[in-house]
């Protein structure tokens, strides 16, 4: 089932300002000029015609091929996902810029429901390839190499073998699969079309959001008070969402019999469980002296008796609230990314001179930011939803970070060129350091660097510590929705069971809060995606260790491991850089460079 674009980054923005300067906006017509294009209708007509010529070439005989023969098969495979994903990420971005619209919803259901239609005929290609034997699929690689570049995508297919159910049943379920799908537009429209009256002021949800990094605390807690609001009227429709999703995953997990509700995300991680495992238990252990031990610095700052949930996201009383205009935002990000290495900029400069990037915030487009990767003969496309916050800066920088990554992956093909998740946060967090440093060099006094300091620890927290409690809360959620229907209060409680623990004694939690769980996208396109953030966050932060001591060629290793897409695992990309994740010590590592922040921190308040 091909998936549509979702928002990967849960960044706090709102409504445009002239303060801004010209704002980028996407130019679709690289994969089509308009949704009546001709190409467009072209490659439907294909997809219709290749889609039941391939499956009437090769089911049921895929064992039977010689290792030329299973090339030709797999080429095909890779053209008919080529073509499919550009037709599905048109449709997909065109809603994303204004999903409050019925026509482009209709035009993308409409596009998704003649693809599914088109390719349930080739379910057959990957329960084949796990029928083939394994001496038989090894010989196949010995004498053709150009086949033999594929294996890693036959070993994540072979992966799912022991959850294969029949042919009959593989090909219902993903003809089913627009089901859920209706499940997620009705999430993305709700949240889309939900409005916010803070001050008299009528907002979208982005908006609102973003009051929660205003200076002034009054104007905090009223945003925060009317999301608890806006949520609680709205608690059934994402409690009637949640407890659907979770049950059909429940369903197909246990018909699959996977051993647990993660156990498919790991594999499309290409991640072992207890990789996974050793990341959150290293969190966790790290919660008192990361995140309690900086809001405890915070409410100091602050100079509160008590934290309340909207100060958590407040700049400092010393902190320059000035806007970053776009101009500003782009000369900081392509500065910190050409003095890296200038082959980076290089990379990043055609997002934003070639319409690759939709920065402002406009009624009815998606929330929050992400990097699209479309097809390796295109482009990735970026979107934002920019306000000048120098938080914002740093999500320009972590989408860039994606979309470079994609533009290198995509020598790879079609078929190679997806990063698991785990990896996928690699360059984007690597993007968002680099322009952290480079900031930090910058800092004229103590009182810059302190800000600059703690608005990255900030970030990592909410990126670690805050991501880890979400996973958890997913735990819980889907452990609880296979004993039974979840009522709001019950899901409500699950989350409220994880806030205290990862954020720490210097908060009080005001009364609506517990409903907050319901505007997070990841929950409901992509179960246990969430830990991705702070695995990719720990990672880069050891990766970064071995770049501040000056490693040799560590940027030629770099680009080397972007540049390997899907084509590897974790441990083999990691091994040029001395680095291990399956080694627990490893977290410790990346954990430590949060831990040796506060301490700067620490000691500035005791100079």
């Known amino acids: 089932m091909l998936q549509l674009p979702f928002p990967v980054r849960d960044a706090n923005a709102s409504s445009g300002s002239d303060e801004l300067g010209n704002l980028p906006e996407w130019d679709l017509t690289d994969l089509y000029a308009a949704d009546d294009a001709p190409e467009l209708t072209r490659d439907l007509d294909w997809l219709a015609q290749e889609c039941s010529a391939f499956a009437s070439d090769y089911e049921g005989k895929l064992a039977d091929l010689d290792a030329e023969g299973l090339l030709n098969c797999v080429l095909r495979n890779e053209k008919i996902n080529a073509i499919a994903g550009r037709v599905m990420s048109y449709a997909g971005l065109r809603y994303y810029q204004l999903t409050t619209d019925a026509e482009r919803a209709k035009f993308m259901s409409d596009c998704q429901e003649k693809i599914t239609i088109f390719t349930t005929p080739l379910v057959f290609f990957t329960l084949e390839i796990n029928r083939i034997e394994d001496e038989t699929l090894a010989a196949h690689f010995a004498t053709n190499s150009d086949l033999a570049r594929y294996k890693p995508v036959f070993d994540r297919i072979r992966a799912m073998k022991p959850y294969q159910l029949s042919d009959e049943l593989e090909r219902f379920l993903h003809d089913l699969g627009v089901v859920g799908d209706a499940w997620e537009r009705l999430f993305d429209e709700t949240i889309a079309g939900l409005t916010f009256t803070v001050d008299g002021l009528e907002l979208n949800i982005e908006g609102t959001l973003n009051l929660l990094t205003e200076q002034d605390r009054n104007k905090r807690e009223a945003a925060s008070r009317e999301l608890a609001r806006v ?115 290089e990379l990043a400069a055609p997002f934003f001179s070639k319409g690759w990037i939709d920065a402002g915030v406009k009624p009815g487009k998606a929330p929050g930011a992400f990097a699209h990767p479309t097809v ?105 929705r296979a004993e039974g229907e979840l009522t709001p209060d019950d899901i409500n409680a699950l989350w409220m069971s994880v806030q205290a623990e990862s954020l720490g004694e210097a908060f009080d939690f005001m009364e609506g809060y517990e409903t907050f769980w319901c505007y997070v996208p990841h929950f409901v396109h992509s179960p246990f995606y969430v830990y991705a953030y702070a695995f990719g966050d720990g990672l880069v932060n050891a990766l970064y260790s071995v770049y501040a001591e000056g490693g040799e060629g560590f940027e030629d290793k770099y680009f080397d491991m972007l540049k390997a897409g899907g084509s590897k695992h974790h441990k083999e990309l990691l091994a040029p850089f001395g680095l291990d994740a399956s080694d627990p010590k490893f977290w410790d590592k990346g954990l430590s460079m949060i831990s040796e922040m506060i301490d700067e921190l620490e000691a500035m308040e005791e100079a």
């Open 376 to 480: 390796t003969d295109v482009h990735p496309y970026v979107m934002l939803n920019y306000l000048g916050k120098p938080r914002d800066v740093m999500t320009l920088a972590h989408e860039l970070g994606h979309g470079v990554h994609q533009v290198l992956a995509a020598e790879q093909g079609e078929m190679l060129s997806s990063t698991p998740l785990t990896l996928a946060e690699t360059a984007s967090v690597f993007g968002e350091m680099l322009t952290f440093r480079k900031m930090l060099e910058g800092a004229e006094t103590k009182e810059q660097r302190k800000i600059l300091l703690a608005g990255k620890v900030e970030d990592m927290i909410n990126t670690v510590v805050r991501q880890i409690a979400f996973y958890d809360f997913e735990c819980k959620l889907h452990a609880a």
């Open 231 to 345: 949520f609680q009227d709205n608690v059934k429709t994402f409690a009637r969402v949640h407890n659907t999703q979770a049950k059909e995953k429940e369903i197909l997990d246990r018909w699959r019999g996977m051993p647990t509700p993660q156990t498919g995300r790991h594999l499309s991680n290409d991640v072992e469980p207890e990789v996974v495992e050793a990341l959150r238990e290293a969190v966790v252990a790290a919660y008192p002296k990361l995140s309690h031990r900086y809001y405890e610095l915070k409410r100091k700052w602050l100079g509160l008796d008590r934290m309340q949930v909207w100060d958590r996201n407040a700049p400092l009383p010393m902190e320059d609230t000035r806007v970053v205009d776009w101009a500003q935002a782009e000369k900081t990000v392509m500065e910190a990314y050409e003095a890296f290495d200038p082959r980076m900029g």
